[in-house]
């Protein structure tokens, strides 16, 4: 063997074993790939561990490549007996027993601001997200492709940012505006996929290849034709959508946006669906729920926790939403990462002040990115619900946290859902290990309920109207949709005073908030001046309940709606 007995070796390593000459078969036969196993094994502890291998032309070098796992033990063992010598010499069996450590290619970090990226690693009294223990499992995002849908980046060769030009791919990559490169999208780009190449920072995934679409403008209007192009193309071939972007108010998304976002989930990631990651928002003055491009069921969600995992920012990195449609938490509020040249920051190629839920979604998404290269065959339900179960419940002291069901891989254990923080803070390496061992979700179920009129008047005092499920297949929620028509007094433009919650089996959902804005006349095609009005909502707060029984709508407000008319959900699950 190249190693000796109780040897420390990375787990790339490759195993090579000598022979004194050359070595066939017993039965004469010679010695191949195919037949490896049947005279070399290779253990971790009782388990066989998988292997390839190659034998050198003169018959006397095997050289094995293992699927190898960081910090065990292993046995590797040859059955001479089952071999003989190129004249019939014995052949003498032999055992050998060795371990892993971490590989040094990916753990000897030097890249000079990575001790200042606190959301990968945090030394002080705070949270991180626990990712160094799945770079030492060697995944990187190798093979993953991620869109980023953001400001234009330069995409000719010699002018991409020196810790991006490795990982983005300059031809599938596309400028939509043909505008210059703007700080917003480097920054995005940056936290996920930053090179380990000893400059600046590190991504999440930093192996991984963006595929980068530039179709935010700043401050003018950004096209739909642009926006739904982008959410599709290339789509087979992408595993992750970016999103730090969503419009400020209510938000009607046009049939193009649904039709794309269907497509990804269809057809994206060679049918195994494209996850699309879209941040909260960053109006802690509203509820995540007037923003429509959250209330699509295929999409998720991501907020901003502060370093402490709590949402205590201070100052302008007071960035974040809450609501219903929430899925997962990570970190934001001085996320060091790329940036270009400008007055307001650090230095002219890195920034230590990323904030906001843009900041934040492009974390999950690199985690997303390390899952899927873990586990190939993860469909996008199966990537949501593995970081809903993996979560980690933040700030642990919140009142808003609720159980609410069982989790599919572990039923002694519970979901929990805050409308601050979903299911709580992503943890990169629970994510990974889960992953691994995931067994794909069943067919998705829709049951969704006729249009149920409920005519009540709406005053400063709760009503409630019931919408009951009978027998229903769905014994799992996924997500529920709310549609609501309302009337609402003729040119009113906003109102805090709306309350709207949804119940079921002792959850309670709060789809609009007292004391947030739900503001009507900026994104809704002027239907502040109009009387009636229709609402959708999405909640996750039932994720892993049955959709049988009762449904509760409650309402209250004084200053903009009069009357809720009629409403109907669609609930998603298995």
Do not use: C
Not at 221 to 239: C, F, G, M, Q, T
Not at 279 to 302: E, H, I, P
Not at 391 to 396: E, T
Request: net charge neutral; charged share 25%.
């Amino acid at each position: 063997f190249d190693i000796s007995e109780g040897e420390k070796v990375g787990i790339n390593k490759e195993l090579i074993i000598n022979f004194d000459g050359a070595v066939k078969l017993k039965d004469g036969g010679a010695i191949n790939k195919d037949n490896l196993k049947d005279f070399i094994t290779l253990k971790l502890g009782s388990d066989k561990v998988v292997y390839s291998g190659v034998i050198n032309d003169e018959r006397n070098k095997i050289t094995l490549d293992p699927n190898l796992s960081y910090n065990s033990d292993y046995t590797l063992k040859i059955d001479g007996t089952k071999l003989k010598g190129e004249n019939g010499e014995t052949v003498e069996s032999k055992t050998l027993s060795f371990s892993t450590v971490e590989n040094n290619n990916v753990l000897n970090i030097k890249d000079p601001l990575y001790q200042d990226q606190w959301h990968l690693k945090n030394t002080g009294q705070g949270i991180d997200i626990n990712i160094e223990p799945v770079w030492k499992q060697t995944y990187t995002g190798e093979g993953i492709n991620i869109a980023v849908l953001d400001n234009p980046l330069r995409l000719k060769a010699n002018e991409i940012h020196e810790d991006l030009k490795d990982n983005i791919n300059i031809f599938k990559s596309y400028n939509f505006s043909g505008l210059e490169e703007a700080t917003h999208g480097l920054r995005v780009a940056g936290v996920i996929a930053a090179r380990d190449n000893n400059l600046g920072g590190r991504g999440v995934a930093f192996r991984s290849k963006l595929y980068t679409y530039g179709v935010l403008y700043g401050d003018k209007d950004v096209k739909d034709s642009d926006l739904i192009d982008a959410l599709r193309r290339n789509i087979s071939e992408i595993a992750v959508s970016n999103n730090s972007w969503g419009k400020a108010e209510i938000w009607e998304p046009k049939d193009g946006y649904v039709n794309a976002w269907e497509k990804g989930l269809k057809d994206g990631f060679a049918g195994k669906g494209t996850v699309y990651v879209f941040s909260a928002g960053n109006s802690t003055g509203l509820n995540t729920s007037a923003n429509n491009t959250g209330n699509f069921y295929g999409l998720l969600v991501v907020n901003a926790v502060d370093k402490y995992g709590t949402q205590k920012f201070t100052g302008n990195m007071a960035l974040y939403s809450i609501g219903s449609n929430l899925w997962i938490s990570a970190p934001s509020g001085g996320i060091t990462t790329t940036t270009r040249p400008t007055s307001n920051f650090d230095n002219k190629k890195y920034t230590k002040r990323f904030s906001g839920s843009s900041a934040s979604a492009p974390i999950v998404s690199g985690v997303i990115a390390l899952m899927r290269e873990a586990n190939p065959n993860l469909t996008w339900r199966d990537v949501k619900l593995i970081l809903a179960e993996t979560a980690v419940r933040n700030d642990i002291s919140h009142s808003d946290w609720k159980q609410i069901s069982s989790k599919k891989s572990n039923s002694s254990e519970n979901f929990y859902f805050n409308h601050n923080y979903g299911f709580g803070l992503v943890n990169a390496l629970k994510a990974v290990n889960l992953a691994k061992k995931w067994v794909n979700l069943p067919h998705m179920k829709t049951e969704e309920t006729n249009l149920a009129a409920a005519n009540i008047d709406i005053d400063g005092t709760a009503k409630s109207h019931n919408i009951s499920i009978p027998n229903s297949d769905i014994n799992f929620i996924e997500s529920v949709k709310v549609e609501l028509h309302f009337d609402k007094k003729v040119k009113v433009d906003e109102t805090t005073k709306f309350d709207l919650k949804l119940s079921h089996q002792g959850s309670v959902s709060h789809l609009y908030m007292e004391g947030k804005y739900v503001r009507f006349k900026d994104f809704y095609s002027s239907s502040y001046d109009k009387n009636q009005i229709k609402l959708t909502m999405l909640s996750n707060a039932h994720l892993g309940q049955s959709a049988t029984g009762d449904w509760t709508i409650t309402v209250k407000d004084t200053d903009a709606f009069t009357r809720l008319r009629s409403w109907k959900i669609t609930v998603r699950g298995h």
